[in-house]
């Protein structure tokens, strides 16, 4: 949470570096600490993930995508959940 914050925010490709490209575009854009860079809307992230979807012919849904992102930031999450937890 504080890297969402504060920065640096870490690639989903430093983390995994099997993440297209594009897709980790996509993650960087909507996490991005200048509100003018990030997605305006739910509705322009989920357009650029169905996009994705749909021209790399994946059959994967939005949700699976999305999970597959929070799965790899997991290791932050058990930690930002244990700093709230004190």
Known sequence: M???????????RSVAPGVPERLDGIVMKALAIDVAK???????????IDDYLRETHAESTANEVGAAVQ????????????????
Not at 43 to 48: C, I, M, N, Y
């Open 38 to 48: 990030r997605y305006a809307t739910c509705l322009e992230l989920q357009k650029d």
């Open 2 to 12: 504080h890297a969402v914050l504060n920065g640096p925010i870490p690639t989903p």
């Open 71 to 86: 799965g790899m930031f997991e290791k932050e999450g058990a930690s930002r959940r244990e700093i709230i937890r004190c």
